[in-house]
């Protein structure tokens, strides 16, 4: 917390903190969002994290069929590491499936099949000893994994692309004559139930670290205080035939405290964070882009929000 650190001025935070709320994108690729969310509290802020986590929902594989399974993998083994492969399906698409349902539907379930056997490549040569030259299937991949339509889910989504996030997820491991025959039904869930069906691998936020220099540092001590943080958070800048320390990018910061062991240094320096300024990384696993994570992450909470004060509402008029 800021207050640890020498230096630590509470009024200039406190106005800091009195910033009004924004949300700043700074970085966004394919499967990785880095944003800002400026004027909240902690509580508000680690709320947003663990909805991300736990709350936000996806489809994955919750009951295997096992009609034919002859390979090294045990059924309970197979089944929990086809249950952890992520599925590209938009969970918004279907609905729960009601608790003690044996039978999935077209609006709650899909299907997935996964069958192939191993056998052997009668063109391998005789002193081969390589198993991608002797074996045909003998690597079993998530790109197997077929989608079967239930009901009329053909005609529901004609357009649909249902299969596993990534093609080359290795399952199991087959020699000749073994073989792998089961159905899979993916339903929709959460990550409070079973952490397979949560939509990140990563989640997490930093306070912004704050750096300023309380007195000019130049000439040694300037390449000394450079050493002292990360990679391009401080830089030595040649003014008039002197090298003079600034603060280039206090964000890329990792607040190792480095500084306060050089005691020419340690005064002219203070370490703060900005209490108001969250730095989120959210990392998707592919099931669904982290930008939709993070607005679906935002309907969720103001959804409590909104349970809330219906409830205090509620007690009022009793």
Request: charged share 30%; hydrophobic share 40%; glycine share 4%.
């Amino acid at each position: 917390f800021p207050g640890t650190y020498p230096g630590y001025d509470d009024a200039w935070d406190q106005r800091r903190f009195e910033e009004a709320f924004r949300v700043d994108v700074i970085r966004e690729e394919e499967d990785t969002l880095e944003f800002d969310m400026v004027g909240i509290d902690a509580a508000i802020a680690n709320a947003f994290r663990r909805i991300l986590l736990a709350e936000v929902p996806t489809m994955a594989v919750e009951k295997v069929f096992v009609y034919n399974n002859t390979s090294i993998v045990q059924d309970e083994i197979l089944a929990h590491r086809l249950g952890l492969i992520p599925i590209r399906a938009d969970p918004r698409l279907f609905e729960y499936r009601n608790q003690g349902d044996q039978e999935g539907t077209e609006i709650d379930t899909l299907q997935f099949q996964l069958k192939i056997k191993c056998k052997r490549n009668p063109q391998a040569a005789k002193e081969s000893s390589d198993p991608d030259e002797l074996y045909f299937n003998h690597k079993v991949y998530s790109k197997h994994m077929t989608w079967v339509p239930l009901g009329n889910q053909t005609d529901l989504f004609p357009d649909a692309d249902f299969r596993p996030v990534h093609d080359d997820i290795l399952i199991a491991l087959l020699r000749p004559g073994q073989e792998i025959d089961v159905l899979m039904h993916c339903v929709k869930g959460i990550g409070k139930d079973h952490a397979k069906f949560s939509p990140v691998a990563t989640a997490s936020y930093r306070l912004l670290p704050d750096i300023t220099l309380l007195q000019p540092i130049e000439d040694e001590a300037a390449e000394t205080l450079q050493k002292c943080f990360s990679p391009g958070v401080i830089e030595v800048q040649n003014i008039n035939g002197k090298k003079v320390a600034r603060v280039a990018n206090a964000r890329l910061d990792t607040f190792s405290r480095e500084v306060f062991r050089h005691e020419g240094l340690k005064n002219l320096v203070r370490l703060a964070r900005v209490r108001n300024h969250y730095i989120f990384s959210v990392e998707s696993t592919g099931i669904l882009p982290p930008d939709v994570l993070v607005s679906e992450a935002i309907k969720i909470l103001m959804g409590k929000c909104q349970r809330f004060l219906n409830e205090l509402d509620s007690v009022a008029m009793e």
